[in-house]
C-alpha cells in the first residue's frame, strides 16, 4: 500500500517549520554564537579560577607578607602580584559583563537586522513561508533565549565569588556592593541590560535599515540607556529623609529593591522597543503580517 | 606665452581623490565635527565654572568663622559637581576617541567599501589601489590629528591648575591620555588598525568587530604596563614618610633592618609625565606604522 510507505517518513518530521527557522538563524549567525560561547567560557573560567586558586594564593601572599595580623602595617594596603592577578581577572569577568550590552545591541542593529534589510536576505526570507513578524519573533527570541542562561551562570558565579572573597575584599578591597559594575552582575540586571539592548538593536535595525548606521545608532542608543541607568540608579528607592541621594549611601539591604525596579523599567524598555519593531515591520510589510 | 583660458589646471587627481573620501564618508565626517565643536563648546563652558567650582569645593566651618564660610552655603554651590563631572565625561571621551575610529575604519572606510566592490571600481577610474588606501589613511589621519590635538589644547587649557579633588590627578588613567599627545596616538593607532582588519576580512561587519577588539585590547594593555613605561623613582628612608599627592605610586615596602624600620617608595613623580607621553606616543605611532605596512603590503599581494 501506498499509504504504508508514505506514511513512515512524514510522520517523523512533526515541527519542520519553527525548527527550520531555529536552525536557519543558529547557521547565519553562527559565529556571533561561537563568539557567545568564548565569552561566557572565558568569564566563567575567570570566575571559577578566580573563587579557586585565585583567592588563595592572593590570600597566602597577604599572609606570608606579614599582613592580616593584630598589627597595623602600611605596606598591607599595596596588593602584591598574586592580588594583582587575582584583580585582573576578576575585573576581565566583569567587564565582559559591563560591556555586554553595547555588543549586544550593536550585533543586534548591524547583523542580525540592519545587514538582512540592506542585502535583501530578509525579503527572500519572507518568500521562504516565512511571515515577516514570525521572522522578527525568531530574530529576537533565539537571541534572548541564548542570552539569559549564559548571563545567569556568569551572575551565580559572581554572587559566589563576592560571598567568598569577603576576607580579601576587607583588607585589599576596592570593590564595593553598590560600584556599577558589582552591582549589575551580583543581580538580575546583568540579564536584564542585555535583553533591552537586544530590543534596542533591533529596532535601530530596523529604523535605518543599513548595517553599519544601524551599529553605531544602537550602539549609542544602549551606552545611552547604560549612562542614564547609572546615573538615576540610586533615586530608585527612597533614603531615609536628609540623607544625600547617592548611592553610597543606601543600606545594603536595598540591593533587591533597587535591582527589581531598575529590572521593570529595563524591561519595560525593552517591551517598548519590541512592540515599536513590530509595529513598524506591520507598517512596512502591509498585510503581510 | 601661455594662451588665456588654459591656466594650469590646479593639481586636479589628488585634490579630486581627497574630496571623494571626504563625500563617501561625509556622515562620518559631519558627525565627527559635531562632537568635536560640542566637545569645545563644553569645555570652554566648564572653564568658565572654575572659580565657582573652587567656591563649592572649598573648606568650610559650622557656624562660620572669619575665615571659613559657613558649610551650609558651600553645600549649597553645586558648580563642583557640574564641573566635575563634566570633566570626567570630555576627558574619558576623549581617551576613547580610538574605539568608533577603529571600528569605523574597519567597518566603513575599507571593509565595506571591498564587501560591495565599490574598492575595485574605484581603482578602473585610474586610481591605483596603493594611492586608493594612501587617500583613505591621510585623510581620515590629518584630520584626527587636527581635531584631537587641538581638542587635547582646548582640555589642557579649560583645566588650567585645576584642583585634583575636582579634575582628577595627572596620573588617572583618562586625565593621563587626554592631556597629552598621547591622545592623538591612540586615535592614528585606532585608524591603522581599522584599515588593517577592514583589509583582512574584507566584510564590514567582522573587520569592525575586530577593530574594536584589538583596540580594547591595546588601550587596556597600555593602562595597564603604563607605570613600567619610564624607570620609577626610588626613595628610601629610615622611619616612615609620605609621598606627595602629585606621586604616583609603583610600590611601597616597610620592612625594619637590624631593627631600625625602612620604607622603601618606588613612584613616579609628576615630571615624569612628558617621558611616559613620549614612550607611550612612540609604541601607539609604532602600532601604526606597522599597521599601515602591513595594510599596504596586504593589498599589493591581493592584487592579480
Not at chain 1, 245 to 271: C, K, N
Not at chain 2, 260 to 289: I, K
Amino acid at each position: 500500500m501506498s499509504a504504508a510507505t508514505v506514511g513512515a517518513p512524514t510522520a517523523v518530521r512533526r515541527f519542520p517549520e519553527p525548527r527550520g527557522l531555529f536552525l536557519a538563524m543558529l547557521r547565519v549567525h553562527r559565529s556571533a554564537l561561537l563568539f557567545w560561547a568564548a565569552l561566557v567560557a572565558v568569564a566563567v573560567g575567570a570566575l571559577l579560577w578566580a573563587l579557586g586558586p585565585g583567592a588563595d594564593s592572593a590570600w597566602a601572599e597577604y599572609r606570608a607578607s606579614g599582613c592580616g595580623g593584630d598589627s597595623p602595617n602600611l605596606g598591607c594596603d599595596l596588593p602584591g602580584p598574586a592580588h594583582g592577578r587575582y584583580d585582573t581577572v576578576v575585573a576581565c569577568a566583569s567587564g565582559l559583563l559591563a560591556v555586554l550590552p553595547v555588543l549586544t545591541g550593536a550585533w543586534a542593529g548591524g547583523a542580525l537586522i540592519g545587514r538582512e534589510l540592506e542585502s535583501g536576505t530578509a525579503r527572500l526570507a519572507w518568500t521562504q513561508s516565512v511571515t515577516p513578524a514570525r521572522w522578527l519573533a525568531a530574530k529576537l527570541a533565539v537571541p534572548a533565549l541564548l542570552l539569559v542562561p549564559g548571563t545567569l551562570v556568569i551572575t551565580l558565579l559572581h554572587r559566589a565569588l563576592w560571598a567568598s572573597d569577603s576576607h580579601l575584599q576587607r583588607v585589599l578591597g576596592w570593590r564595593e556592593w553598590h560600584d556599577d559594575s558589582v552591582f549589575e552582575a551580583n543581580g538580575i540586571l546583568a540579564t536584564a541590560h542585555p535583553l533591552a539592548a537586544l530590543a534596542l538593536g533591533v529596532l535601530a535595525g530596523l529604523v535605518v535599515r543599513r548595517a553599519l548606521p544601524a551599529l553605531a545608532v544602537a550602539a549609542l542608543a544602549v551606552m545611552a540607556l547604560v549612562y542614564v541607568l547609572d546615573d538615576v540608579r540610586p533615586h530608585l528607592w527612597p533614603m531615609p529623609p536628609g540623607t544625600p541621594v547617592l548611592m553610597h549611601r543606601h543600606p545594603s539591604s536595598h540591593f533587591w529593591p533597587l535591582q527589581l525596579v531598575e529590572t521593570g523599567i529595563v524591561l519595560a524598555v525593552a517591551a517598548l522597543a519590541t512592540a515599536a519593531s513590530f509595529a513598524l515591520l506591520r507598517r512596512r510589510t502591509g498585510a503581510a503580517v | 606665452m601661455t594662451a588665456p583660458g588654459t591656466a594650469p589646471a590646479p593639481a586636479g587627481r589628488p585634490g579630486g581623490l581627497v574630496r571623494t573620501v571626504a563625500r563617501t564618508h561625509r556622515t562620518a565626517l559631519a558627525l565627527a565635527l559635531l562632537v568635536l565643536a560640542a566637545a569645545t563648546a563644553a569645555l570652554v563652558w566648564l572653564h568658565s565654572l572654575t572659580d565657582e567650582a573652587r567656591a563649592g569645593h572649598s573648606a568650610c566651618a559650622t557656624p562660620p568663622t572669619d575665615r571659613l564660610p559657613s558649610c551650609a552655603a558651600v553645600d549649597a554651590i553645586t558648580a563642583d559637581d557640574t564641573y566635575t563631572s563634566g570633566l570626567s565625561v570630555t576627558v574619558t571621551l576623549l581617551s576613547w576617541v580610538m574605539f568608533p575610529v577603529a571600528a569605523w575604519a574597519g567597518g566603513a572606510l575599507t571593509g565595506r567599501e571591498l564587501e560591495s566592490g565599490t574598492a575595485r571600481l574605484a581603482w578602473t577610474q585610474s586610481v591605483t589601489p596603493a594611492r586608493w588606501l594612501a587617500a583613505k589613511l591621510a585623510v581620515p589621519a590629518a584630520l584626527l590629528t587636527a581635531g584631537t590635538g587641538g581638542l587635547v589644547l582646548v582640555n589642557v587649557w579649560a583645566r588650567g591648575d585645576a584642583d585634583p579633588d575636582l579634575a582628577g590627578d595627572w596620573y588617572y588613567p583618562d586625565v593621563f591620555v587626554s592631556t597629552g599627545p598621547v591622545a592623538v596616538a591612540y586615535a592614528l593607532a585606532g585608524l591603522a588598525l581599522g584599515a588593517l582588519a577592514g583589509l583582512v576580512w574584507r566584510r564590514a561587519l567582522p573587520a569592525a568587530g575586530v577593530a574594536l577588539a584589538a583596540s580594547l585590547l591595546l588601550h587596556t594593555f597600555l593602562e595597564r604596563h603604563r607605570e613600567d613605561l619610564w624607570p620609577p623613582v626610588t626613595r628610601t628612608e629610615a622611619g616612615s614618610f609620605e609621598l606627595p599627592r602629585s606621586a604616583l605610586q609603583v610600590a611601597w615596602a616597610d620592612s625594619p633592618v637590624n631593627g631600625v624600620p625602612l620604607t622603601r617608595a618606588t613612584f613616579h613623580p609628576e615630571s615624569h609625565f612628558w617621558p611616559l607621553q613620549y614612550v607611550e606616543s612612540g609604541l601607539l605611532l609604532a602600532v601604526a606604522a606597522v599597521a599601515t605596512a602591513g595594510a599596504f603590503v596586504l593589498l599589493a599581494r591581493r592584487l592579480p
